[in-house]
């Protein structure tokens, strides 16, 4: 990636993706750290004067994460005085080789779109870019100092995936494509942040008509065997 000019990419303009995905318990988030610069942030990118700006945000996740199809909703766009913070993207510059003079084009102000994306947290196969020196999982509730306002960028983030469950199907990225009534459960929960009445749970999903039921999973026990559901097409 050529950084010593912005004649390959629109500037003033960049996107800053929030990847959850589910352990099984816990629901987290892709964060990388900067090389040389104890710097943490989320995966994010500039977009190419070639491509659009979906096919960048795209692009970038498929990068980071291996996953090709992959659900991505554009939720905000970030724009205020105060997230612009030239002293870290020049540390991040210096702190990986590249010379930073003030007139450097990343040193400018950025308004970023902001994207969120929900994958199988057992599927992906994990890369930094080349400016970090890790790309990792954190419990959303366990996150480091993010730079800039990344940490208001998943705070909102999460509040639009908290509203987006009463109108939309989640869990259909972040789980097998077969599940038990429990392991659905789990993924409502860890986004809610709160415990949830299995009965009242499995009536209300149950009523929207979305699930085929499938064979139990059985474990030795029989009477305990729990049906296995996925989403109808």
Same mark, same amino acid.
């Given at each position: 990636m050529d950084l010593t000019s912005s004649s390959r990419y629109l500037t003033n303009i960049a996107f800053d993706s929030v990847i959850f995905g589910f352990s099984g318990e816990r629901l987290k988030i892709l964060i990388m750290k900067y090389r040389n610069?104890? #710097?943490y942030g989320l995966p994010g990118g500039f977009v190419k004067r070639t491509e659009s700006l979906? !096919?960048?945000v795209k692009r970038a996740v498929r990068e980071r994460t291996g =996953? +090709? *199809? =992959?659900? #991505?909703e554009q939720f905000h766009t970030f724009g205020s005085l105060e997230r612009s913070d @030239?002293? /870290?993207m020049k540390n991040i510059l210096e702190g990986n080789g590249f010379p930073s003079d %003030?007139? +450097?084009w990343m040193l400018d102000r950025f308004i970023s779109i902001a994207y969120y994306a929900l994958i199988n947290y057992k599927v992906v196969d994990l890369k930094p870019d080349f400016l970090s020196e890790s790309i990792d999982w954190y419990n959303v509730d366990q #996150? @480091? /100092?993010l730079m800039q306002d990344h940490q208001e960028i998943v705070n909102m983030a999460l509040q639009t995936l908290r %509203? !987006? #469950?009463q109108r939309k199907l989640v869990g259909i990225n972040l789980l097998p494509e077969q599940f038990t009534m429990k392991e659905l459960q789990l993924v409502y929960e860890a986004i809610l942040g709160e415990k949830l009445r299995r009965s009242s749970f499995q009536r209300k999903i149950l009523s929207l008509d979305v699930l085929e039921r499938h064979e139990k999973r059985y474990n030795g026990k029989a009477h305990k065997a729990p049906y296995l559901y996925s989403?109808? *097409?």
């Open positions: 610069t104890g #710097l979906s !096919n960048a =996953i +090709h *199809k =992959i659900y #991505l @030239p002293a /870290s %003030d007139s +450097h #996150l @480091p /100092s %509203d !987006n #469950l989403f109808k *097409k």
